[in-house]
């Protein structure tokens, strides 16, 4: 007799894999992203040149082999520059997503699970910060918090980004608390904040997952945008959007000195977007068929 063959179905985290791989949009993302990761943090490496550094004999220089990408109006290098202010928007969107989806998570499964005053009282919470206009508000706070450093800048981009996935977590937890599983843990006394740490919040991990990763692209546009305006990252510190800003005058006599940093910006927001989908649909297959089905017109075109 041959050896018993291992018919077990394979395991959610190994499909979810294969539907991945299956994406090439996803696949395409996923390594882009990797490879922007690396250019950011071991890039910098390859080159004798900081951030900081001036040659003043290479004001507005074009890309050479000294400089790979020009020199900006004082002489610093943009290769630097840009890969620098890479890291930065890099940080700020990674710890921004993961702050806001922790909170937004918590937040949402508490007032979900609960109910009664805590879910009214998250609810009004969650309503009135989405009426305040985020960005007036950081622009006013931000610059009362520069002596903190970036960091602050990060927790006020977190505490205006959580609201919306909160909402759709607590929806979903007051699905999910009527489930069998969750039934069985009341009548087995388990403590309430138990049951939403070890059986709400797994459920709602693929959402979460989902919505982290595309938050980190929507974090790194909110810095990108801030930054522009001045009300960000603060000098000497550099980010995309503060490049951005300084070599917007010169897009056209200096393209260097703009293009390099808006084009990773529109590469990553778009690795991010690939990403997502592909998340979403090897996570969530009926996301996939929903786009695939098309509605057929009966008689043709009209």
């Known amino acids: 007799a041959g050896e018993p063959v291992d018919e077990r179905p394979p395991g959610r985290a190994r499909v979810a894999l294969r539907r991945f791989a299956a994406n090439p949009n996803a696949v395409a993302g996923a ?14 490496h390859l080159t004798r040149w900081s951030h900081t550094d001036i040659d003043y004999g290479a004001l507005r220089q074009a890309p050479s082999a000294t400089h790979w990408w020009g020199t900006t109006r004082i002489g610093q290098d943009v290769y630097a520059q840009v890969l ?7 940080l700020i969107g990674l710890l921004v997503a993961l702050f806001a989806t922790v909170l937004a998570s918590v937040v949402g499964a508490c007032a979900g699970y609960f109910g009664g005053w805590t879910d009214r009282i998250v609810t009004f919470c969650i309503d009135l910060l989405l009426v305040f206009p985020a960005f007036l508000i950081i622009a006013i706070v931000s610059p009362r918090l520069r002596e903190l450093g970036w960091l602050a800048f990060v927790g006020l981009l977190a505490v205006f980004g959580w609201m919306i996935t ?14 069998d599983f969750v039934r069985a ?13 070890r059986h709400i919040l ?9 919505d982290a990763t595309i938050a980190v692209g929507g974090a790194v546009m909110s810095e990108t945008g801030l930054s522009y305006f001045g009300f960000g990252v603060q000098p000497p510190d550099v980010s995309l959007g503060t490049l951005i800003a300084d070599g917007s005058d010169a897009a056209l006599t200096y393209p260097w000195m703009f293009f390099f940093a808006a084009g990773l910006l529109v590469v990553f ?6 990403l997502g ?4 649909d090897a996570l969530d297959p009926t996301s996939a ?7 057929r017109r009966k008689g043709g075109r009209a």
């Open 289 to 295: 068929q929903h786009r695939r089905r098309r509605p």
């Open 269 to 274: 927001v778009l690795a991010v977007n690939f």
């Open 185 to 197: 843990a009341q009548l087995m006394g388990v403590h309430p904040l138990r049951i939403v740490f």
């Open 84 to 90: 620098h202010g890479l890291q930065k928007s890099l």
């Open 31 to 44: 390594a882009v992203l990797l490879l922007l990761f690396l250019l950011a943090f071991v890039g910098p």
């Open 166 to 179: 909160a909402r759709v977590v607590r929806s979903m937890t007051r699905s999910l608390k009527e489930r």
């Open 202 to 210: 797994p459920n709602v991990s693929s959402f979460l997952i989902v």
């Open 277 to 280: 989908d592909g998340l979403r």
